[in-house]
């Protein structure tokens, strides 16, 4: 629908049907696998207008990297969070203590006070920054209502895809709440071999947000290894806030970019637990940055943001997502 508006919500066709090719999603994933680029591909075939804001997003990160001190957010964002679990089995009716867990890890891993990033190889080490970026489940619903940041809906879909379907209700999952206040999270069961997905800025806003497997949520409760520790939000929130895959997405070739100037240019995404140096793309000695987050390795083994996308997610908080995160933007109490 080229030129159409982005008012549509989920359950059209697209990556990934509500069941994923016959895959229930019981099984947990052997590796990492993330819808964001599907995602994105159908909706610049679906939206000029998204493929012109994209356009616009670009820019304003690519003038960032260039002059980082137009940051204008100094101090630390605070983001509020609202997650829709939406539930088949009560065994992915996951626990408000799994919530919290993982709003727990995004805290760390966002401030760069997770005690794992003092892992990260001496070469790579002095390129690791804080993103000043925190999460809180919201406490206002968006009409004044005082709330605990969490939506449960029971569905009949035994697992969803990619195709957004599990943000609305008319498909089975739950209606994002305004998307220029919240960052929505929906965990529920994922099929296709996926641990989730995300929503670059620009798009519709009834879609926008992330969805994690609800085994690759938190570090308690249904969370498994090796998805155990919370980084799939992590990663997927890094897309939100505009951060690509750090190789670029381009197969295992070595002409891709995640436009980031301080992160190694590398052929292809890396899995499990690499041994440094993985060297690919003549980027030696100290190869790929294979612990980033915007990687596809096992949660334990990813553990930094480098201050290239530390600057490219605050050009993204003082564009697309400037209305988030700040007091003007804060749900009002009802006078009523």
């Given at each position: 629908?080229?030129?159409?508006?982005?008012?549509?919500?989920?359950?059209d066709e697209g990556s990934g049907g509500i069941n994923g090719g016959g895959d229930d999603g019981s099984e947990t994933p052997r590796s990492r696998n993330c819808a964001t680029m599907d995602v994105h591909r159908q909706l610049l075939a679906r939206f000029s207008s998204y493929a012109q804001a994209r356009d616009e997003i670009e820019n304003l990160a690519l003038r960032y990297e260039n002059n980082p001190e137009l940051a204008q957010r100094p101090g630390v964002t605070r983001i509020p969070v609202v997650v829709h679990v939406v539930w088949n089995t009560?065994?992915?009716?996951?626990?408000?203590?799994?919530?919290?867990?993982?709003?727990?890890?995004?805290?760390?891993?966002?401030?760069?006070?997770?005690?794992?990033?003092?892992?990260?190889?001496?070469?790579?080490?002095?390129?690791?920054?804080?993103?000043?970026?925190?999460?809180?489940?919201?406490?206002?619903?968006?009409?004044?209502?005082?709330?605990?940041?969490?939506?449960?809906?029971?569905?009949?879909?035994?697992?969803?895809?990619?195709?957004?379907?599990?943000?609305?209700?008319?498909?089975?999952?739950?209606?994002?709440?305004?998307?220029?206040?919240?960052?929505?999270?929906?965990?529920?069961?994922?099929?296709?071999?996926?641990?989730g997905y995300a929503q670059f800025p620009g798009g519709p806003a009834a879609t926008d947000g992330v969805v994690i497997r609800h085994s690759a949520f938190g570090t308690t409760g249904t969370a498994a290894p090796p998805f155990h520790?919370?980084?799939?939000?992590?990663?997927?929130?890094?897309?939100?806030?505009?951060?690509?895959?750090?190789?670029?997405?381009?197969?295992?070739?070595?002409?891709?970019?995640?436009?980031?100037?301080?992160?190694?240019?590398?052929?292809?995404?890396?899995?499990?637990?690499?041994?440094?140096?993985?060297?690919?793309?003549?980027?030696?000695?100290?190869?790929?940055?294979?612990?980033?987050?915007?990687?596809?390795?096992?949660?334990?083994?990813?553990?930094?943001f480098t201050a290239g996308q530390v600057t490219r997610m605050q050009a993204c908080l003082d564009g697309p997502r400037s209305s988030i995160g700040t007091e003007a933007a804060a749900p009002r109490q009802s006078s009523s």
């Open positions: 629908m080229p030129g159409g508006d982005m008012s549509g919500g989920g359950g009560p065994q992915q009716n996951i626990s408000d203590g799994q919530i919290n867990s993982q709003i727990d890890v995004l805290n760390r891993d966002f401030r760069r006070t997770n005690p794992d990033v003092n892992s990260t190889p001496a070469p790579f080490l002095p390129l690791t920054a804080d993103a000043r970026i925190e999460f809180f489940l919201a406490n206002v619903a968006p009409n004044g209502a005082p709330s605990s940041g969490i939506i449960r809906r029971q569905t009949t879909v035994s697992s969803f895809g990619s195709n957004d379907a599990v943000k609305s209700q008319a498909t089975g999952g739950s209606d994002a709440w305004p998307a220029d206040r919240y960052l929505n999270m929906w965990v529920c069961q994922l099929s296709g071999g996926l641990l520790l919370g980084r799939t939000a992590t990663h997927e929130i890094g897309h939100w806030l505009n951060l690509n895959h750090i190789w670029g997405d381009d197969g295992t070739g070595c002409s891709g970019t995640d436009n980031v100037a301080d992160t190694p240019n590398q052929g292809g995404s890396n899995t499990g637990t690499p041994t440094f140096p993985h060297v690919s793309c003549s980027n030696g000695p100290n190869g790929d940055m294979f612990m980033n987050y915007m990687d596809y390795v096992d949660d334990p083994a990813m553990f930094m």
